[in-house]
């Protein structure tokens, strides 16, 4: 099949694209190596189309946690020694196919941690003569749940088509909190997002108020399954009838609580107003949800990022739209949740399908990357 002409233009001058034009099979399952370090992750993974066939995930978190947090300049030198030695693995992993292209994550992120993996994937496209395709960390959460095992069982989204109707995309991850429509692979539209804190993002504070270590947020999480939600936190933004977030209010109420009152950090303490800070979350999380399904009226949803990896959260999500009978989506693994180059590669997969490849003399990091918003918010 001949290649789309944007895509030759969008290939720019540094491989001819001739190259690619002669030797690819625009149409087949492509075999791609993804590259994600959009954080504290360092991730490489191997796959066939949308089948995963490797997903290494070298996690950094004991080296940050001292630090209560992120420390960009560790996360940076860390991606840039480990790199290597994951991008070999997920290779090996994967029993050394021969590639079809690369695909790394291009943003949004910490721009020194995208500055590694963009910077290695460049060196390996020279390297084996292979084309970059540039990819949206937020896509990758989003598509997750079209991900396959090798043997090609997954979710049954794998065989969706749109003809249903738009799918609603629910994105809960430490950095976003989104509402994104969309109407078939490539075509989103952001509906609605945090305008303060992400949701992990106040899992993870009120966890370090809590002192429950860091990341806090699965600890905080688990604390609140015990619990019982005796206290009181307002809801946030109650007043506002659209489908933006908020959560630094929520964070600040918790603090405040915790510096008048100065409980005692008892166990049952912490489970009880961990259960009531979860509850709260919960609550502002569904309301939006439900405005979204009243307004959009989709065929499906997609659930991904990682306080997905909540089951509450999953089975409320799951119930809720199940009232509007509607199927809910998640990734077959637990490892697809969470930050991944697997999920990289299934968005790399049906790019390169379309032949959307790009320049690597021009290829750069956007730490700031989004969905288009709506162009009339509510
Ligand atoms: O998607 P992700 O791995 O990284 C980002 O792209 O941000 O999400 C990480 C976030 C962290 O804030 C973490 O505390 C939160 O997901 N998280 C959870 C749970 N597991 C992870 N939050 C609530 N409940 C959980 N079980
Ligand atoms: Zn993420």
């Known amino acids: 099949m001949p290649r789309p002409l944007v895509a030759l233009a969008k290939w720019g001058k540094i491989y001819n694209p001739s190259y690619l034009y002669n030797t690819k099979d625009m149409s087949k399952e492509p075999i791609i190596l993804s590259i994600e370090t959009s954080l504290d992750d360092t991730c490489a993974a191997v796959t066939r189309g949308t089948s995963v066939l ?70 390996l496209a020279t390297k084996y003569q292979l084309p970059i395709l540039a990819i949206n960390h937020l896509e990758g959460h989003l598509l997750s749940s079209f991900a396959t095992n090798k043997n090609g069982k997954g979710s049954s989204l794998a065989r969706h088509s749109f003809s249903d109707g738009v799918a609603l995309g629910f994105l809960i991850s430490g950095g976003h909190t989104e509402l994104v429509l969309m109407e078939n692979i490539g075509g989103y539209e952001l509906l609605g997002e945090t305008l303060d804190d992400a949701a992990g993002e106040a899992y993870d504070k009120v966890a370090r108020l809590l002192m429950l270590g860091y990341p806090g947020g699965p600890i ?97 999500a799951r119930s809720t739209a199940k009232e509007y009978g509607l199927k809910t989506y998640i990734p077959y693994s637990k490892k697809l949740i969470s930050d991944n180059a697997a999920m990289i590669g299934v968005v790399a997969s049906f790019k390169y399908t379309r032949g959307e490849f790009s320049n690597p003399a021009s290829l750069d990091r956007l730490p700031n990357l989004n969905f288009d918003k709506v162009s009339s918010l509510l």
Not at 277 to 282: G, H, M, N, P, R
């Open 54 to 123: 490797s997903n290494v995930v070298s996690s950094q978190t004991s080296y940050h946690a001292s630090w209560g947090g992120t420390v960009p300049d560790i996360a940076k030198r860390l991606h840039h020694e480990w790199l290597p030695r994951v991008v070999d693995r997920a290779l090996s992993q994967a029993g050394s196919p021969k590639l079809d292209a690369l695909a790394v994550t291009i943003g949004p992120g910490l721009a020194p941690s995208l500055e590694q993996g963009i910077a290695y994937c460049k060196l």
């Open 220 to 316: 905080l999480a688990e604390m609140a399954k015990i619990g019982t939600p005796k206290y009181h936190l307002p809801e946030p933004m109650t007043m506002r009838k659209d489908l933006s977030f908020s959560f630094s209010g929520l964070k600040t109420a918790a603090r405040q609580y915790l510096e008048c009152e100065k409980p005692e950090l008892t166990q049952e303490f912490v489970q009880d107003f961990s259960a009531s800070f979860q509850k709260t979350v919960f609550k502002h999380l569904m309301t939006r949800f439900r405005r979204a399904l009243d307004l959009y009226s989709p065929a499906m949803i997609l659930l991904g990022g990682g306080v997905v990896s909540n089951v509450e959260l999953r089975n409320l």
